[in-house]
């Protein structure tokens, strides 16, 4: 039975939690091609003198490194305030290892057992997966047309669900779809609980668009998600934070684990902000890779959603499967999240870009 080669236990063998049973982990291919467009990652590296400062800063981490980091991490939440504006103080901010860790702490402390959070679907994967795990129970509300979601289409499921959480994705992974200042308003006026917006792509929206950011003041029960890990690309250091009320981070002390930020997160994340100009410099060419990819999905027959973020829905696909297998038959990785007739593909380098769009110009004019 203690076979080296073939592996005899499996989930239903071990006394896992009966909420978790039948559960799907998450799961993105990660496979090595030539072309990945599946994640949403900003597929450019960071400037060279960037990262020769982070090392550094890094560095002298390391040589403290026998000690527990400071672990109310304030420089780093004076300098995520400073990057945010807005007014914001170090006191209303918030980090962790991702923006996901910072949802799970948010609900960690806001959800669980006998609680619910509320979200609209399709939206971003891991909502309901964090729910699972902190033992929330996910409501899957309904979009508008067009996956966009109105206020008066979001009060509602608000009103008839009472939810103790609510979450709204804007833009909104996976259709890119942009969300209304007036559709955050309108929920937050007809809920009891905590409402979440998460900005992971709020830097890829156009310029002048207003952040949930500015209705922070007076909304207690408010929290603005944000990420280093797109815009930034800084997905690899794992780096999310949150704005809040104050008292919204002396919830989260409850939960965090002690110490969550490791000294070498802190020092790397505060060298990336210190450089923030240089890092978010090619966030105006993926802008532009992102137009062109629904422009000329466009012009092939497909429907592409709008976006207001660094990737593209696009539906009128036949067979989502097979044409996945095809592109990443030629090396190009994109996403298939599970909408029928639809797939999504991040905007990357123009290179990247084109190798995409070279490849379904072709699988196009095949069919
Ligand atoms: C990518 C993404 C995140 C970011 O996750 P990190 O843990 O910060 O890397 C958060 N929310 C949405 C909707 C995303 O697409």
Known sequence: MHSK????????DLPLRDDLRGQTPYGAPQKRVRVALNVNENSHPIPED??????????????????????????????????????LTAEQLWAANGSNEILQQTLQAFGGP???LLGFAPSYSMYPILAAGTGTTWIAGDRDADYELSPQTAAAWVERTS??????????????????????????????????VDEAYAEFAPDGTPSALTLLPGRERLIVSRTM???????????????ADPAVTDALRLVRL????????????????????????????????RDRIVTVLGELGYSPLRSGS??????????????????????????????????RVSAGTEAETTAFLEAMAALSSKS
């Open 50 to 87: 960037v990262a020769h400062d982070i090392i550094a800063r890094v560095a002298q981490a390391l040589l403290t490194i026998n000690r527990y980091p400071d672990r109310e991490f304030t420089e780093l939440r004076e300098a995520l305030a400073g990057y945010l504006g807005h007014g």
């Open 258 to 289: 002690p110490y969550h930020l490791s000294a070498l997160t802190q020092a790397a994340a505060i060298g990336a902000l210190a450089h923030a100009g240089e890092m978010l410099a090619m966030v105006d060419e993926i802008k532009e890779q």
């Open 114 to 116: 006998g609680r619910t």
């Open 5 to 12: 080669i073939a592996r005899v236990t499996t989930l239903g």
């Open 310 to 343: 660094n990737f593209v829905l696009f539906g009128g696909v036949e067979d989502t499967s097979a044409m996945f297998d095809q592109l990443l038959e030629r090396d190009i990785l994109i996403r298939d999240v599970g909408i029928p007739g639809h797939l």
């Open 229 to 243: 890990s797109k815009a930034f690309a800084f997905a690899g250091a794992r780096l999310g934070y949150l704005a």
């Open 163 to 196: 939810p103790d959480i609510v979450i709204l994705c804007s833009p909104n992974n996976p259709t890119g779809t942009p969300l209304s200042l007036g559709t955050i308003e309108a929920v937050y006026a007809a809920s009891r609980g905590i409402v979440i």
